[in-house]
């Protein structure tokens, strides 16, 4: 004998199941009763995926867009030092370098170097654009920008066409200035 199971609103059958025995006076196990669930239906906004079609996302991961930055900068070729990691030597063919970690080396070129609050930068590195938050200890030249954070520290010889420093943030060491040309030959006062 069978007895009908409690009805979901979603479905349109009854779902049944079998009565469970009547306990004998021998055993004095709990009868467990046992039921039929439904199977979960797909979330509400899960991608519904067709038939003989891949389903969208799966396999691929999401390239995330860095910070908001234009779809060129944030296809940049990067490579970032996780905190706690420490690199030495050179690295090449790197556009972007962001450095969480450690990383010593002798020559660096790349398009831009951002040394997170974490970081610490020693050597060489010529690149167009530096954000430094963390240490910096070397020789550093921007062919554009050179930021210094509030929590930023650079020591040794820093050169730049434009530079900003944030209240708190330290240059140590020596400073030049790049211009975009030699400069124009001053006329000698006249006496």
Same mark, same amino acid.
């Not at 609103?9 to 006076?25: C, E, G, I, Q, V």
């Not at 030249?141 to 210094?148: D, K, Q, W």
């Given at each position: 004998?069978?007895?009908?199971?409690?009805r979901?609103? !979603?479905?349109?059958?009854?779902?049944?199941? *079998?009565?469970?025995? =009547?306990?004998? *006076?021998?055993?004095?196990?709990?009868?467990?009763?046992q039921?039929?669930?439904?199977?979960?239906?797909?979330?509400?906004? =899960?991608?519904?995926?067709? #038939?003989?079609?891949?389903?969208?996302?799966?396999g691929? #991961?999401?390239?995330?867009?860095?910070?908001?930055?234009?779809?060129s900068?944030? !296809? $940049?070729?990067?490579?970032?030092?996780?905190? %706690?990691?420490?690199?030495?030597?050179?690295?090449?063919?790197?556009?972007?370098?962001?450095?969480?970690?450690?990383?010593?080396?002798?020559?660096?070129? =790349?398009?831009?170097?951002?040394?997170?609050?974490t970081?610490?930068? $020693?050597?060489?590195?010529?690149v167009?654009?530096?954000e430094?938050?963390?240490?910096?200890?070397?020789?550093?030249?921007?062919? %554009?920008?050179?930021?210094?954070?509030?929590?930023g520290?650079?020591?040794?010889?820093?050169?730049?066409?434009?530079?900003?420093?944030? !209240?708190?943030?330290?240059?140590?060491?020596r400073?030049?200035?790049?211009? !975009?040309?030699? =400069?124009?030959?001053r006329?000698?006062?006249?006496?």
């Open positions: 004998m069978t007895v009908p199971a409690a979901d609103a !979603d479905l349109t059958a009854a779902n049944l199941r *079998p009565a469970a025995p =009547a306990p004998s *006076p021998a055993k004095e196990a709990p009868a467990l009763s039921s039929i669930r439904p199977t979960a239906a797909p979330a509400p906004n =899960a991608p519904a995926g067709r #038939p003989g079609l891949p389903t969208p996302g799966v691929v #991961p999401a390239r995330p867009n860095q910070g908001g930055l234009p779809a900068q944030s !296809d $940049r070729r990067t490579l970032t030092v996780g905190k %706690g990691i420490s690199v030495q030597g050179t690295v090449s063919d790197c556009e972007r370098l962001v450095v969480e970690g450690t990383v010593e080396s002798e020559m660096l070129q =790349a398009a831009e170097l951002s040394v997170g609050q970081g610490v930068f $020693r050597g060489e590195v010529q167009e654009d530096a430094i938050a963390g240490l910096f200890d070397g020789t550093i030249t921007a062919r %554009g920008n050179l930021i210094i954070r509030a929590t520290k650079v020591n040794g010889v820093a050169r730049c066409k434009r530079l900003s420093v944030e !209240d708190g943030g330290q240059l140590m060491g400073m030049e200035m790049l211009t !975009d040309g030699p =400069a124009a030959p006329p000698a006062p006249q006496v």
